[in-house]
């Protein structure tokens, strides 16, 4: 699949940012979070900034912007409408709780609530995000139960480096937080590998000669329909080349685990401002990390379409 | 709405003929002419006499080779929207532009809502959705809904482009709710194929296989010697051979 850098960047930023809503809500409810209206407005402004960008970028994917109010109609039947839904709907708890914890100054009482209930809608959002991809069928590296489970995973993640990396610079890290996020990390990078593993070895269903209704024998496409590039070929033929594949990948499982995970570790044994630096370093690397994760999710991703042009998985 | 309807009254398709198709490309452009002042018109073409021609299309014709342990064939295969009874390219879309109409099961694109998000095309296994760039929205085939109602053109031609365009019969139009349309039979009696059955789509086009070839036993008697005969072509033969 073709790797739109408009939805390579709206998944990784909106699953940060959702991801530090979701985590912002709980850290709320466990009383966490630091009293002040200064310390609330920078945090929600990182939260909603990661959101905005996200959600801008990924308008830059339509061609038809000024129609998309119509994608928030069809919730019914579409997961991509749902997650528009969803996302948009987070906005009234969200905003409920970053006026309450910039105006009243603290989390405490019913903004602690608008929190838990933004949490939970961030958690939806990220799902319906996954469930737009996990839910096509003609795509089987996303069509597995690896998809959702990992899109929320790598929220949680990035939101929690993100939230560690503020809290320590705003020097209210709560003890150990570094350590629980550099374990989260190596949780991505085991969810990462195992995902991979799941792809190298899935059958590899369907065959061309289902997709041909040319029952037996072996079926080799020996000339296309057309002489040049088309949109089937541009948008889902895309394959990667195998040794880039193999850095990135490896660019991937260094940026945005391993790296930002030994940063933390770091960190908690170095303290004071050289460990914020660490933490806000470390998340930076882990988003960069992600983006070139998220770029291999959709460069991997081979759809049935390739059966008929005769095209070899990129993935196996 | 991108629900799908519980039942369509008529479930209009094609069946395709692998074993008459030869190839000629016929269907695809006559579809491409229609289709370019049709329903989804234009059919935009990009760069089209330059060094890399683009455009849209709605058929599109492979060729295969298929090899099995007695025999090997060249298949043309004609590549069409099989408009689906489970169609996911409708449900997936957040807009409302893609339906599925309950009236003949023909599943379409209502251009004026298309946001140009494209999960339509990925939605579908087939390749049916093609994108115009320059239009900014996804178009599909029609099954001609502006010829198979069309009252201003003689009821002979009311069938999609490329069915009316077949030099050798192999694509056929009709109803495939009704199990004694001429589609469900000629479907039944040669085994007309679903492609791509295990995705659940249900799609309503079949493609009937080649037919099995008669080989084997060779029976044909050897042809005759030529050299060496007496007789009159024996003389003739000699006399021309100087």
Known sequence: MHPAKSIVFFTTLTGAGYGLLALLGLFGVLGLLPAGGLWGAITMAICFGLIFAGLLSSTGHLSHRERAWRAFTQWRSSWLSREAVAA????VPAGLFALGWVGLGEVAGWTRWAGAVAGLCALVTI???????ASLKPVMEWHTPFTVPGYLLYGLMSGLSVLTAILSGLGHLPDGLPLVAALICLLGFFWKRASWYYMAHQARLPSVNSATGLGEGTVRSVQWPHSSQNFLLKEMGFRIARKHRRRLRLIAQG????????????????????????????????LVGLLVERWLFFAEATHTISLYYGLGASSS | MTSLPKTTERQLGLAIDLDSCVGCQACVTSCKEWNTGGHMAPLTDLDPYGENPDGVWFNRVHTYEQVTETKSRTIHFPRSCLHCAEPACVTVCPTGASYKRQSDGIVLVDEDKCIGCKLCSWA???????FDDDVGVMKKCTLCIDRIYNENLPEENRVPACVAACPTGARHFGDFSDPDSAVSVLSRERGGVELM?????RPTNRYLPPRARACGDNNIAPLEAVAGEGGLLGWIDRLLSR
């Open chain 1, 88 to 91: 948009v709907l987070t906005f």
């Open chain 1, 127 to 133: 799902f319906t995000t996954g469930m737009i991809y």
């Open chain 1, 255 to 286: 940026c945005g685990f391993l790296g930002p995970a030994l940063l933390m570790v770091l960190a908690e044994l170095l303290e004071g401002p050289g460990g914020s630096l660490l933490l806000i370093f470390a998340a930076a690397l882990q």
């Open chain 2, 124 to 130: 579908c296994p087939y390749g049916a959705r093609e």
């Open chain 2, 197 to 201: 059955a295990e995705l659940g789509y």
